[in-house]
C-alpha cells in the first residue's frame, strides 16, 4: 500500500516509512501573522515565466500537475529570500472534499480551500532530483484560492481535466503561463521547510503569498472530479489532498510586508 491521504496511508501514517515526517523542518504550518517579524532586508519576488516551457498536464495520483522544461532558466524565481536562480519545475494544487477547507498552509488557523504550489529547484544543483533532497535545494511559491468570481486564468486548466480524470492520465499541454495564477500584490511569508508529501525532504525554502487569488465553488467542484484512482479501478473522488500543519519546532516565519 502505498502513501495517500486516508485514514489507513494518510499523514498520520507517513511517519512510519518516512520518518524525516517528525523532523525539526516540516511543512505546511499555520502562519500567524503577529507572530512573523517584518525583515526589510527581503526582497520583492521576481518570477519570469516563459509560456513557451509548459510541457503537459498530468494526473499523478495524488494532485493535478503541470510540469515544464527546465533545461534553460526561461522560466524562474530569483531575487525574494533566496540567493541565485531557481528554475520552474511544476506546479500543481491541494484541495477539499468541500469549500471550508483544502489549503495546507492555514493562516491564524484560517483553511482556504485550495492552495497553489509552484515548485522551482536551484541550480547549483545538475538537476530537479539532485536538488530536491538539498537543504537549500528548492523553493516553492505558494497561492491560496478563496470563493469568489470565476477565475478565467484556471478555466483553461480546468477544461484538460476531463482528459486526465484518473491516475497515471496526462496529456499535452502547451503555452500556458502560470504567472496568470499569481495574485496581484506579491507580499510574502517565509520560512524552511520541507515537501508536503513523501518523501517529506527538508529542502524547500516557503514563500507563501498574504493574497490569494480567486475559484468559484464551480470550480472547485471541477477539481473535486479528478480521481486518485486509475481507469479500472474503484473510483476514489481526489479530495483532501492536503497534510495539516505540523509543529514549528522553533522556527522563524519572516513577513516580507510590514
Ligand atoms: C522529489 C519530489 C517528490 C515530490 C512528491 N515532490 C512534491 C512534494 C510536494 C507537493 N507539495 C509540496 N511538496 C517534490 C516537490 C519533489
Ligand atoms: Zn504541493
Known amino acids: 500500500m502505498s502513501w495517500g491521504y486516508k485514514p489507513n496511508n494518510g499523514p498520520q501514517k507517513w511517519v512510519e ?17 503577529g507572530q512573523a517579524s517584518y525583515d526589510a532586508g527581503l526582497k520583492p519576488l521576481n518570477l519570469k515565466y516563459d509560456p513557451s516551457t509548459c510541457l503537459d498536464i498530468l ?19 530569483t531575487d525574494g529570500p533566496i540567493s541565485g536562480l ?20 492555514t ?15 536551484n541550480t547549483k544543483y545538475a538537476s530537479f532530483s539532485e536538488a530536491a533532497s538539498k537543504p537549500d535545494g528548492l523553493a516553492v511559491v505558494g497561492v491560496f484560492l478563496k470563493i469568489g468570481g470565476e477565475n478565467p486564468n484556471l478555466q483553461k486548466l480546468l477544461k484538460a481535466f476531463d482528459t486526465i480524470k484518473s491516475k497515471g492520465k496526462q496529456t499535452s499541454f502547451a503555452n500556458f503561463d502560470p504567472s496568470t ?3 496581484g500584490c506579491l507580499d510574502y511569508w517565509t520560512y524552511d521547510g520541507s515537501l508536503t508529501t513523501p518523501p517529506l525532504y527538508e529542502s524547500v525554502t516557503w514563500i507563501v503569498c498574504k493574497e490569494p487569488i ?12 479528478l480521481l486518485f484512482s486509475a481507469d479500472g ?5 481526489m479530495v483532501n489532498n492536503y497534510r495539516p500543519p505540523q ?12
Open 107 to 121: 493562516v491564524a488557523g484560517t483553511k482556504y480551500p485550495a492552495e497553489l504550489h509552484l515548485v522551482h529547484w
Open 214 to 225: 480567486t475559484a468559484s465553488s464551480a470550480q472547485m467542484a471541477k477539481f473535486r472530479t
Open 181 to 183: 495564477l499569481l495574485p
Open 17 to 33: 516509512n518516512f520518518p524525516i515526517a517528525d523532523g525539526v523542518r516540516q511543512s505546511p504550518i499555520d502562519i500567524v501573522p
Open 247 to 258: 509543529p514549528l519546532k522553533g522556527r522563524a516565519v519572516r513577513a516580507s510586508f510590514k
Open 86 to 105: 531557481y528554475r520552474l519545475k511544476q506546479f500543481h494544487f491541494h484541495w477539499g472534499a468541500s469549500d471550508d477547507k483544502g489549503s495546507e498552509h
Open 59 to 77: 494526473n499523478n495520483g495524488h494532485s493535478v500537475q503541470v510540469t515544464f522544461a527546465d533545461d534553460t532558466d526561461s522560466s524562474r524565481l
Open 233 to 237: 479501478a474503484a473510483p476514489d473522488c
